[in-house]
């Protein structure tokens, strides 16, 4: 009788050398497809982006833009925490309380805040509070949801053990509630994150104010395909940026937890 081995995982190396093959066989197939069909429709090849990249780049204005979208994209972020945590908690502490908002939940997470756009452009006006308005709405239901449930999961012989041990709220909330919340709320925060990029991006370039959003808006009206393209890429490299930077968060701070230990972020 033959024993299988156990599948062993590959080591970071190798890892990084199939992340690089993959790069490079899609910037492969991306100038085959931009020098082949779509050379009709002036779509860039990868050396055409480098090239605006490298105009662009060393310009105050280019990073000035960054500076713009990320401001807004971090305060609306830090308002859906303030915003979403309390309400999660009060949801998820009660049974009836989470029943009964639980449509409310699922209608809200479902409407589009861009389909409110117009609404929000007549009341705000176009500017950096449309963005952070924008991202508050669409972006605090993860956070909501995901504490809720979080709470609502938590065990109720550890609750019965707070109580006998007569802790106080505080303490109930740091070592018991908090532990096993926090990884349902790191994921929310993922989900969050991606969504106060995107949202501050795109009130940027609906509503006409300061940043990637509008750039991108003022090279499409251009045909500039080239700039287009690397503005288009550069949100990209911040959302997958914005993206890591709460995986290592979420690994530092839930270094104890068993789906950090087993690489469950990565």
């Known amino acids: 009788m033959t024993r299988t081995k156990p599948s062993q995982a590959p080591s970071p190396v190798r890892r990084l050398a199939y992340r690089v093959l993959a790069i490079l066989v899609a910037l492969v197939v991306w100038h085959l497809f931009a020098t082949g069909p779509g050379g009709s429709s002036d779509f860039p090849t990868p050396l055409d982006i480098f090239e605006a990249g490298a105009d662009a780049v060393p310009t105050q204005d280019f990073w000035a833009n960054i500076a713009t979208s990320l401001r807004t994209a971090v305060t609306g972020l830090a308002l859906v925490v303030l915003v979403g945590?309390?309400?999660?908690?009060?949801?998820?502490s009660n049974e009836i309380?989470?029943?009964?908002?639980?449509?409310v939940l699922d209608f809200g997470r479902t409407v589009p805040a861009i389909a409110l756009l117009p609404l929000f452009l007549l009341v705000f006006g176009a500017g950096r509070t449309l963005g952070v308005v924008l991202i508050l709405v669409s972006a605090v239901w993860p956070i909501i949801i995901q504490t809720s449930y979080a709470v609502g999961q938590i065990s109720p012989q550890l609750k019965r053990v707070g109580r006998a041990y007569h802790l106080s709220r505080w303490y109930r909330l740091r070592f018991i509630v908090a532990p096993s919340m926090l990884p349902f709320v790191f994921a929310g925060l993922r989900i969050a994150a991606t969504i106060a990029l995107l949202m501050a991006i795109s009130s940027e370039f609906l509503g006409g104010s300061d940043g990637l959003g509008y750039t991108l808006l003022q090279a499409m009206q251009l045909n500039d395909t080239d700039r287009a393209f690397l503005y288009a890429f550069t949100a990209a490299?911040?959302?997958l940026?914005?993206?890591?930077?709460f995986v290592l968060l979420q690994r530092r701070?839930?270094?104890?937890h068993s789906s950090v230990r087993a690489g469950g972020t990565s």
């Open 85 to 92: 945590l309390p309400v999660g908690l009060l949801i998820g």
């Open 97 to 103: 309380t989470r029943r009964s908002t639980q449509l």
């Open 237 to 239: 490299t911040l959302g």
């Open 241 to 245: 940026l914005l993206n890591l930077f």
């Open 253 to 256: 701070v839930l270094w104890w």
